[in-house]
């Protein structure tokens, strides 16, 4: 905002006094601007309406409102463990920080780096915003860490967990989860009208609200033509509580359904990211250059 003040004025003034004199103007309201910042963030108030204003900006961008949720939790921790307004805050507020963090709770490098990650987004944007000169995470570099090999279903666990399920329901999530390879966020959002059986695909929204196109096999076809046509509600979600009344399947509803999978079979690790990477490898493994995957 401060800065289209002064670019307005600075527009409205050429011509119309010397060089000189212009110069001199535009220090002035630039001091007077940033004391006036000062003033309104003198106290630690103005850190909820900086952070409010921020989840706004992230929001507009097509953020989840699951993300939006971790970045208020996240940011809000470290706002309320400094307790000084966001102004006063310097980079060895955010390095101690930190530090204590990994310290207390035992976190990774993976997590400690996630959360750096989410303060320079931050900081970043009130940089951007002129709410502050200079973003204090600049000089707090990416946390190294080694990258391990994740894993992924065999075709005999695969097996064993469709074996489990007790309902078509969700025998029909695990073969769309497998087969596709979307996300458990797309596929809760997935409507029955967004499927072509004939082509065996369907139109799923990722994030920032972007579509594409997934395609799926014979089998998943199969188990939810029958899955659908057993259904007796009216509901336009393709995934429905097993309950009455029926609403559309949230993803804690997928992550509990999977949970109590695992604990049946006794196969770790069982989560919705995991088909994705199995359905990933599977298809390098069958000649699909890494680019297309």
């Known amino acids: 905002m401060d800065k289209i003040i002064k670019e307005e004025l600075k527009a409205k003034l050429i011509g119309k006094i010397d060089p000189e004199s ?32 921020f989840l706004s900006s992230k929001r507009l961008e097509g953020c989840s409102e699951r993300t939006l949720d971790y970045y208020q939790s996240t940011i809000k921790m470290m706002l309320n463990k400094t307790g000084v307004p966001i ?15 990994q310290a207390d709770r ?22 951007d915003e002129e709410y502050i000169l200079k973003s204090p995470v600049r000089r707090i570099h990416k ?30 999530i695990i073969d769309t989860l497998n087969s596709t390879g979307i996300r458990v966020g797309e596929l809760v959002r997935l409507n029955i009208s967004d499927i072509d059986f004939n082509e065996r695909e369907c139109v799923v ?16 076809k199969l188990h939810l033509q029958k899955y659908i046509e057993q259904r007796g509600d009216d509901n336009p979600a393709l995934f429905v509580t097993l309950h009455q009344p029926t609403r559309r399947i949230t993803i804690n509803g997928v992550e509990t359904m ?28 069958k000649g699909m250059p890494i680019e297309q995957v």
């Open 143 to 172: 946390v190294k860490f080694g990258r391990t090999v994740k894993d992924t279903f065999s075709d005999e666990e695969l097996e064993t967990i469709r074996d489990s399920c007790d309902n078509i329901r969700n025998l029909a």
């Open 22 to 53: 212009l110069s001199i103007v535009m220090v002035e309201l630039t001091q007077i601007l940033e004391e006036h910042d000062e003033a309104k963030c003198k106290d630690t108030d103005c850190n909820h309406d900086l952070l409010q204003s």
């Open 205 to 220: 929204f990722g994030k920032g609200e972007s579509e594409r196109k997934v395609y799926f096999d014979a089998r998943t």
């Open 258 to 285: 999977l949970k109590n999978l695992q604990e049946s079979t006794k196969i770790e690790n069982i989560h919705p990211h995991k088909f994705r990477r199995t359905m990933a490898t599977r298809a390098i493994d």
């Open 106 to 127: 035992g976190s990774s490098k993976v997590t400690i780096d996630n959360i750096r990650r989410i303060f320079s987004s931050f900081f970043s944007w009130l940089e």
């Open 87 to 101: 102004a006063e805050i310097d980079t060895d507020d955010i390095r101690q920080y930190l530090s204590d963090y």
